[in-house]
């Protein structure tokens, strides 16, 4: 499995619209081969960043959908905060799962 982190980090007056970005975004991504699940991490220490992860069943998985139409249409709406919105750049990280464990009481 392939998890992708894109870390955003969003000035403080921006955070509400953000995530309301993300409540109502389109959703594409939901539908395509190998897409497991999507989480959007709030941030609970001020200058930290919010952090998006998407779980994928292969990096080919993931790899086509940012070669897809879909992900160009879903990201086309990216442009509706402000650049002052951000405080720095987005760092994407693409990561291997090698160990997955769960809670014995769950």
């Known amino acids: 499995m392939i998890v992708v982190a894109n870390?955003?980090?969003v000035h403080p007056d921006y955070a509400d619209a953000f995530?309301?970005?993300f409540?109502?975004?389109a959703g594409l991504v939901d539908h395509m081969p190998g897409f497991i699940a999507n989480k959007v991490l709030r941030p609970l220490n001020e200058g930290d960043p919010y952090v998006v992860l998407t779980f994928w069943e292969s990096l080919d998985a993931f790899k086509a959908w940012t070669e897809s139409e879909a992900f160009q249409k879903g990201h086309a709406r990216s442009g509706t905060l402000p650049k002052e919105a951000f405080t720095a750049p987005s760092k994407l990280e693409?990561?291997?799962v090698f160990l997955d464990t769960e809670s014995e009481e769950g």
């Open 94 to 96: 693409i990561h291997e």
């Open 23 to 25: 409540r109502r975004r």
């Open 7 to 9: 870390r955003i980090y």
């Open 19 to 21: 995530e309301e970005r």
